[in-house]
Nanobody, 122 residues
Framework: QARLVESGGGLVQTGGSLRLSCQASQRASTGGMGWFRRLPGKEREFVAA????????YYADSVKGRFTISRDNVKNTVSLQMNNLKPEDTAVYYC????????????????WGQGTQVTVSS
C-alpha cells in the first residue's frame, strides 16, 4: 500500500498561485492519481485527476482553466499547479489513488493522507 504525503500549501492572496505536490512511496497499480479538497464544514469534493500516461486529464468545473494537474512516473509524484486563486478555493487538499480517473472512483486500497492547507485571503 502506497503512503501519500501532500505538501506545498500555504497562505496566498486572491489572484495568487501555489503548487501542491504529493509524494507516493510507490507507484499504485491503478488507473491514475487525483486531487480532492475539503472546504470548511463540507465533505471532500473532486478537484482534478490524471491517468499515469498523462494523456487524459480531468477537472472540476470550478477549477477548469485555473488548475493544472501533472505527474512524474519516475519520481512517483503528482502535482497541482493552482493559478488565479479565489477565496472559495480555501480548503484542505488531499492526494488520491484512483481506480478510474474518468469516473473519479477511488481505489479500494486508497487511504487518505493528512492533506495540505490552502488559504486564500481577500
Amino acid at each position: 500500500q502506497a503512503r501519500l504525503v501532500e505538501s506545498g500549501g500555504g497562505l496566498v492572496q486572491t489572484g495568487g498561485s501555489l503548487r501542491l505536490s504529493c509524494q507516493a512511496s510507490q507507484r499504485a497499480s491503478t488507473g491514475g492519481m487525483g486531487w480532492f479538497r475539503r472546504l470548511p464544514g463540507k465533505e471532500r469534493e473532486f478537484v482534478a485527476a490524471t491517468t499515469w500516461s498523462g494523456i487524459n486529464r480531468y477537472y472540476a468545473d470550478s477549477v477548469k482553466g485555473r488548475f493544472t494537474i501533472s505527474r512524474d512516473n519516475v519520481k512517483n509524484t503528482v502535482s497541482l499547479q493552482m493559478n488565479n486563486l479565489k477565496p472559495e478555493d480555501t480548503a484542505v487538499y488531499y492526494c488520491a489513488i484512483l481506480r478510474d480517473p474518468y469516473r473519479r472512483i477511488l481505489d479500494p486500497g486508497h487511504n487518505w493522507g493528512q492533506g495540505t492547507q490552502v488559504t486564500v485571503s481577500s
